[in-house]
Every structure is written in C-alpha cells, then in structure tokens.
C-alpha cells in the first residue's frame, strides 16, 4: 500500500489522534481556512448553528500546516476514525 499524507491545518494540526511515521511543515495553495460551515455538532444547534473554520478553496489563498505520514498499517484504522471525526456532518 501507498503511503498516507494528511495534511493537518486546526485541530490535526497540535493533535492528529494517529499513529504518526513522519511529518513536516506544509502549505497548501489553493486554499485557505475559513468560518464558512455551519454545525449543529460543535457549535451551535439545530435551530441555529454555528459557523466553524472549514478548508475553502480560493484563488491565490494558501494555508500552513503539518503534513503527517500515517504509519504503516494504520492507513485504514486512521482514515476511519478521520471520517468518524472531522465529516460528523457528511461536510
């Protein structure tokens, strides 16, 4: 199997929750982080949700980051629990 990346820009960033083989310092261009989604599950409720920061793709944008290569083995327990965590709302 290919080697994962994630990149990690908010919270992933000081604690990505997987096993970690490697990483380093990132930009991805082409986007940028943004109060641009609503959430019922960390802000917010149904009847008024809050805005969370989101990846929103923009011309000219850029967002720093940390880059972690998953550790080898852990590639389909780590893209299970980023599912589980970071797309709660099917965002």
């Known amino acids: 199997m290919r ?4 990149f990690g820009y908010g919270s992933l960033h000081w604690d990505p929750g997987f096993p970690v083989a490697a ?6 261009t082409g986007w940028h ?15 008024a949700p809050g805005l969370v ?3 929103d793709a923009a011309e000219g944008a850029h967002c720093d980051g940390v880059v ?6 852990e590639e389909a327990a780590t893209l299970r629990a980023l599912r589980d965590c970071e797309l709660i709302s099917s965002a």
């Open 3 to 6: 080697a994962l990346w994630v």
């Open 23 to 28: 990483h380093c310092i990132a930009r991805a």
């Open 33 to 47: 982080r943004r109060f641009c989604m609503l959430s019922i599950h960390h802000r917010g409720c149904a009847k």
């Open 53 to 55: 920061l989101a990846f």
């Open 68 to 73: 972690f290569r998953v550790a080898e083995g």
